[in-house]
């Protein structure tokens, strides 16, 4: 039904930035939160960060003051810029739709994307 295609991971040095792109299939943004996740290699999926359909932000304790979770709704884009990146941060990248209730960001569906390999080396 819906489509989300990530993109902008790569390989960068420590304290370096990217920038990571969730396209969605169609006009999803303007009624849905957003959110980002990431799997490290022996690790489970972890909610990095969610944006409200208000635009209000939240993020994991690992990243604040590094990443920033926007939107541009007119494009159905949702954007992490992730700076000051550490080794620790290596992971494949995902993005998701849900909602927040209570300040806890919910899933909607069953399948993940294709996601985007962010690696960062020391």
């Known amino acids: 039904q819906v489509q989300l295609v990530e993109s902008g991971g790569g390989l960068v040095q420590a304290g370096g930035s990217l920038r990571l792109t969730c396209a969605a299939s169609?006009?999803?943004?303007?009624?849905?939160?957003m959110a980002w996740y990431r799997q490290a290699p022996g690790k489970q999926r972890e909610l990095v960060a969610h944006?409200?359909?208000?635009?209000?932000?939240n993020y994991a304790d690992s990243v604040k003051g590094r990443f920033t979770i926007s939107r541009d709704n007119a494009k159905n884009t949702v954007y992490l810029q992730m700076d000051s990146l550490k080794p620790e941060d290596t992971a494949v990248y995902y993005c998701?739709?849900?909602?927040?209730?209570?300040?806890?960001?919910?899933?909607?569906?069953?399948?993940w994307g294709q996601g985007t390999q962010v690696t960062v080396s020391s």
């Open positions: 998701s739709y849900g909602r927040v209730y209570s300040g806890t960001y919910y899933r909607n569906g069953s399948y």
């Open positions: 169609r006009s999803i943004l303007s009624i849905n939160a």
């Open positions: 944006i409200t359909t208000g635009g209000n932000t």
